[in-house]
């Protein structure tokens, strides 16, 4: 299985040796780090590794914590390839996707992020006068009940909900249409995470085949 493993560390020679020792010990093959940020002496690191479907995730932490001064954020499953480029592969594949690029795009961004699910939603008025949120589109693994944040930020924000649930609230204002990213197991989406996603919508905006996909969803 892959999983994907957020650690902070010294940011110093040798740190990032003793994690991958420490994992290549508990049977983890390391195929990939990123690094996510560096600051007053410290680093935080996404390391994506092979485990057997026998290896306890409880293992890799106590063995992490082992190591002074080395902290463990969360370990999750991931779906990402490591060693490709996977917004090059999605974005080639929503410029050919014609009434089918939201669709697309909705359907990779949980791949792309490690999270669970994605939806776009619209606002809608009500019989009273009121507004509400109605689903447009949603990736395979959302709820069938989505629970939409009250204001539409002006940019893409990482937030953690009352239930736990951490999500990137994105506006898309031209097509009148917001973004769920969702991640319920894991750490809340980190600020390098949030502007991943904002550059590949930024890509998205400008497609031809945009508005037109956006337009057939909303006739359903």
Do not use: N
């Amino acid at each position: 299985m892959l999983l994907r493993v957020r650690v902070t560390l010294p940011d110093r020679p040798g740190s990032l040796a003793q994690v991958t020792s420490v994992l290549g010990a508990a049977g983890a093959d390391i195929t990939q780090v990123t690094v996510l940020d560096r600051g007053d002496g410290r680093a935080t690191d996404d390391i994506t590794v092979f485990c057997p479907e026998s290896t306890p995730r409880e293992a890799l932490v106590k063995s992490l914590e082992s190591v002074e001064d080395i902290s463990v954020a969360a370990v999750w499953t991931t779906r990402e390839a490591p060693g490709t480029y996977p917004e090059l592969e999605i974005l080639k594949y929503i410029t050919t996707a014609g009434d089918r690029a939201l669709t697309t795009l909705i359907d990779s961004l949980p791949v792309l992020f490690s999270a669970d699910w994605a939806a776009t939603t619209t606002e809608t008025r009500t019989d009273d006068g009121g507004v509400e949120s109605r689903v447009v589109y949603a990736s395979w693994r959302a709820p069938e009940h989505i629970t939409v944040p009250a204001d539409t930020p002006h940019r893409p924000v990482a937030l953690t909900l009352d239930d736990g649930l951490h999500v990137i609230h994105a506006p898309l204002p031209p097509l009148a249409l917001s973004l769920l990213l969702a991640r319920s197991e894991g750490p809340a989406f980190h600020r390098i995470e949030v502007h991943r996603l904002t550059r590949i919508l930024e890509i998205f905006l400008t497609l031809p085949a945009t508005e037109r996909s956006v337009a057939r969803q909303l006739r359903k």
